[in-house]
């Protein structure tokens, strides 16, 4: 794997881990009444999310343009560690819509 592709793939894991770190603070505040704190971490998660699935995209255009990308554990770790980041992020969506309509 060449030094860029492990900038990218390690970008990936990065922001991920930071999408669902985020998601889980955003419950959290909610399970305390401070729903915008809430809001505005799931605006940082969005971000992160937005980046990570950029340097995702960057990486399958890469391929479909017939670029030589490595693939090895650590680049299927770090889509793996996307797509659990987004499931987090969506369940934890609706944990904070259900946190806020029973007013816990």
Same mark, same amino acid.
């Given at each position: !794997?060449?030094?860029?592709?492990? +900038?990218?793939?390690? @970008? $990936? $894991? $990065? ?10 603070? *955003?419950?959290? %505040?909610?399970? @305390?009444?401070? %729903?915008? !704190? ?9 971000? /992160?999310?937005?980046? *990570? ?10 391929? *479909? ?5 490595? &693939?090895?554990? /650590?680049? $299927?770790?770090?889509?793996?560690? &996307?797509?659990?980041? #987004? ?5 934890? =969506? =609706? ?7 029973? +007013? #816990?």
């Amino acid at each position: !794997m060449d030094e860029k592709q492990l +900038q990218v793939v390690m @970008s $990936i $894991i $990065i922001k991920a881990g930071e999408v669902r770190s985020k998601s889980l603070e *955003a419950v959290e %505040y909610s399970l @305390s009444g401070d %729903y915008k !704190m809430s809001d505005k971490c799931f605006q940082e998660a969005q971000q /992160l999310l937005l980046e *990570a699935h950029h340097a995702q995209t960057d990486l399958l255009s890469k391929e *479909a343009n017939k670029e030589k990308i490595d &693939l090895n554990l /650590l680049t $299927i770790h770090s889509q793996d560690h &996307l797509m659990t980041s #987004i499931t987090v992020n969506d369940l934890a =969506k =609706k944990m904070v819509k259900l946190s806020k309509k029973l +007013q #816990i």
